[in-house]
C-alpha cells in the first residue's frame, strides 16, 4: 500500500501545482480592454453639405441727387414701405454764397452805380419822348400846310423822316431804361442774401421718386443741407426677392448642381425652410478661416422655393441661416458611426465585436454625411462595432462593453 499511497499524494500535489499554476496565469493574464461599440443599421441616410449663409436681394436701388443743390429733410425712415412714383425727398437751388465785407461794399457799389445808369437811361427816354412829340407836331403842321400848297413834298417828307427817327430814339431808350432797370434787380439780388441763408421766398423744387414698389434698406441722409450731383441719399428693395449666398468651399461646390434641393434652419423659426440653388458663381475667393487657414471659397445663390413668403416671416436682408445642400439622400442604407473607421495598410477597417474579443474587419465605405458612414461591403445589419478605437485594440483583444 506504501507505493499506492506516494503515487496517490503525488498525484495530489501535482494537481495543486497545475492548480496554483493555473490559478497564477488567470491572474496575470491581461484585463479586457473597455471599449465603447455602435449598433450597424439599416435606415434613411442624407448625404449633404451644411454650411453657414446669408440673406441678401437679388437687385436694389441706389436713390441719389440727380444734381447738386439743397436737399430737403428726408422723412422716410429705414423699413418704411414705398410705392413707384411716391416723392422720396425734394431739392431746392443751393442758397447763395454768404459775402466777406470787401464783396459786399463791391456789390453795394455796383448796386448804386446801377441804379445811376437807370435813372440816365429814364432822363434819356423823357428826352427822347419830348424831341419825340416836338417831330409829330412839326409833322402835322407841314401837312396841313402841305394839304394848302404853302411847303413841298420834300419838306414834308424831311419831317415824316425826323418823326420816324425820333420814334426809334424813343424806342432805343425805352430798351436802356428796361436794362437799367434788370441791372438794378440783380445787383439788389447779390444783395439779397448776404449770410448765405435761405430767403422766405419759395424756390422751385425738384421731385425724387421712387422707381419700385418697395422698402427703405438704408438711409444716408437724413437731415437737410447741400448736397452734391451723384449723393446717395435711400437704398431700396423688394424683399419679396430675397434669396440666399452660401461661400461653399470650392471641394463642396463642384458636387453641387443648380436646381438641387437645399434645407434652410438656423434662421430663428422651429420650421426648416425649402429651397433650391440658382447659381453656383463660375469664380471663387479667398478667405481666411477662423484658424488662419486660406480657403478657396464659391459663392452660391440660393432661392427660396416654397410658401410662406420669407419676408412674412421678418427676415429681411442680411440675415443669417444655416443652409443644407441635399446631395443625396434614400431611404434604406446600411450605415455605421463614422469614427468606428480606420485605416490599416490602405484599407478601411473596423472592429467587430466577436465573443467578447475584437476583430479587425475590411469594409468599403460609401458616401459620408457628417457622423455617418454608408457601407457597402464588409458588415451586416445588427454588428456591433467599436468607435474611437485606441492603440491598445488589435485583432484578437479582450474586449469589455461599456454599459
Request: aromatic residues 6%; contains cysteine.
Amino acid at each position: 500500500m506504501k507505493p499506492l499511497q506516494r503515487w496517490i499524494r503525488r498525484l495530489a500535489w501535482s494537481l495543486l501545482a497545475v492548480g496554483l499554476l493555473a490559478l497564477l496565469a488567470w491572474a496575470l493574464r491581461p484585463a479586457p480592454v473597455a471599449v465603447s461599440v455602435a449598433r450597424v443599421e439599416v435606415g434613411p441616410f442624407v448625404d449633404s453639405i451644411s454650411e453657414e449663409g446669408r440673406t441678401r436681394l437679388r437687385d436694389t436701388w441706389n436713390v441719389s441727387v440727380p444734381i447738386a443743390g439743397y436737399l430737403q429733410r428726408v422723412t422716410l425712415e429705414v423699413g418704411d414701405p414705398v410705392e413707384r412714383g411716391q416723392v422720396l425727398f425734394r431739392l431746392e437751388p443751393s442758397p447763395a454764397p454768404a459775402l466777406d465785407p470787401r464783396s459786399r461794399q463791391q456789390a453795394e457799389d455796383i448796386l448804386h452805380a446801377a441804379e445811376a445808369r437807370l435813372r440816365a437811361a429814364e432822363a434819356i427816354l423823357e428826352t427822347a419822348r419830348a424831341e419825340r412829340r416836338f417831330t409829330e407836331a412839326e409833322f402835322e403842321r407841314y401837312q396841313t400846310l402841305h394839304r394848302r400848297n404853302l411847303v413841298s413834298g420834300t419838306d414834308l417828307d424831311q419831317r415824316r423822316s425826323q418823326r420816324d427817327r425820333q420814334r426809334a430814339v424813343e424806342r432805343a431808350a425805352a430798351f436802356g431804361v428796361e436794362a437799367a432797370r434788370f441791372e438794378v434787380e440783380s445787383a439788389r439780388a447779390v444783395l439779397a442774401v448776404s449770410s448765405g441763408q435761405r430767403g422766405d421766398i419759395e424756390h422751385p423744387e425738384l421731385e425724387v421718386r421712387a422707381p419700385i414698389d418697395g422698402t427703405v434698406l438704408s438711409r444716408y441722409r437724413c437731415c437737410e443741407g447741400s448736397v452734391a450731383a451723384g449723393e446717395p441719399v435711400l437704398e431700396l428693395g423688394s424683399l419679396d426677392t430675397l434669396e440666399v449666398q452660401v461661400d461653399l468651399l470650392s471641394m463642396d461646390a463642384v458636387r453641387v448642381r443648380p436646381g438641387m434641393a437645399v434645407r434652410f434652419t438656423g434662421w430663428g423659426g422651429e420650421v426648416p425652410l425649402a429651397g433650391r440653388v440658382r447659381r453656383i458663381e463660375p469664380a471663387g475667393f479667398t478667405r481666411v478661416s477662423a484658424l488662419g487657414v486660406d480657403e478657396q471659397r464659391v459663392p452660391v445663390i440660393v432661392d427660396f422655393s416654397e410658401a410662406p413668403i420669407p419676408a412674412a416671416l421678418g427676415l429681411g436682408s442680411g440675415f443669417r441661416v444655416d443652409a443644407e445642400f441635399l446631395v443625396w439622400q434614400a431611404d434604406e442604407v446600411l450605415q455605421l458611426p463614422t469614427n468606428a473607421l480606420f485605416r490599416t495598410a490602405g484599407q478601411w477597417s473596423v472592429f467587430r465585436v466577436e465573443a467578447q474579443r475584437a476583430r479587425r474587419i475590411a469594409v468599403t465605405p460609401g458616401r459620408r454625411s457628417g457622423l455617418v458612414t454608408q457601407v457597402l461591403a464588409g458588415v451586416e445589419e445588427g454588428d456591433h462595432v467599436i468607435v474611437h478605437p485606441g492603440e491598445r485594440i488589435e485583432d484578437g483583444t479582450r474586449v469589455e462593453v461599456d454599459p
